[in-house]
T-cell receptor, first 110, second 116 residues
Framework: RKEVEQDPGPFNVPEGATVAFNCTYSNSASQSFFWYRQDCRKEPKLLMSVYSSGNEDGRFTAQLNRASQYISLLIRDSKLSDSATYLCVVNGGGSYIPTFGRGTSLIVHP | GAGVSQSPSNKVTEKGKDVELRCDPI?????LYWYRQSLGQGLEFLIY????????KSGLPSDRFSAERTGGSVSTLTIQRTQQEDSAVYLCASSPRTSGNQETQYFGPGTRLLVL
């Protein structure tokens, strides 16, 4: 089983739609969680950290479920500019090396 | 402020040649990571530097790969006797590594390496 798993997609949604991605992790001792965004041929950039209590940043909401070992990202009112690959990152659990998922591709169309 | 910079942005080389890739992290960041990303693939961890500690080289795919970090700042990734399968984007990231594991990584734009 991979340490961090994501559905590669692509998720193809119309503008204005709500879309959600999940990411599962295998190391129960993991301590910190992030969502990064990577545009085509660009470097990854932090989208948001994921806190135990869940957190929201504008149209984006991140949730952590430790019992089931997954994190989620919800995007409301999708924009064309949201088209990108979303990477799940898990850290801790005895290592300082973050583990990246392979990413979920989102395509928002008019 | 200045972000992470990498050079060159693109590198084309012939099989068997050596290449050096450079990373300038954000000033004051003590942690530095090298990754590579093949087309359509996820990030593959290569090596991690933290301050003056011995680097974690557990991700280096072969002994043709090596990296150093001078003065706790600039890092160079060297690939000797390049092979076509080394073709990828090599990404460097730094983080302040202030405490615990709740830290953000800041990535450079990457070096696109093509081995002919």
């Amino acid at each position: 089983r991979k340490e961090v798993e994501q559905d590669p997609g692509p998720f193809n949604v119309p503008e204005g739609a709500t879309v959600a991605f999940n990411c599962t992790y295998s190391n129960s001792a993991s301590q910190s969680f992030f969502w990064y965004r990577q545009d085509c041929r660009k470097e990854p950039k932090l989208l948001m950290s994921v806190y135990s209590s869940g957190n929201e940043d504008g149209r984006f909401t991140a949730q952590l479920n430790r019992a089931s070992q997954y994190i989620s990202l919800l995007i409301r009112d999708s924009k064309l500019s949201d088209s990108a690959t979303y990477l799940c990152v898990v850290n801790g659990g005895g290592s300082y090396i973050p583990t990246f998922g392979r990413g979920t591709s989102l395509i928002v169309h008019p | 402020g200045a972000g992470v910079s990498q050079s060159p942005s693109n590198k084309v080389t012939e099989k068997g040649k050596d290449v050096e890739l450079r990373c300038d992290p954000i000033s004051g960041h003590t942690a530095l990571y090298w990754y590579r990303q093949s087309l359509g693939q996820g990030l593959e961890f290569l090596i991690y530097f933290q301050g003056n500690s011995a680097p974690d080289k557990s991700g280096l795919p072969s002994d043709r790969f090596s990296a150093e970090r001078t003065g706790g700042s600039v890092s160079t990734l060297t690939i000797q006797r390049t092979q076509q399968e080394d073709s990828a984007v090599y990404l460097c990231a730094s983080s302040p590594r202030t405490s615990g594991n709740q830290e953000t990584q800041y990535f450079g734009p990457g070096t696109r390496l093509l081995v002919l």
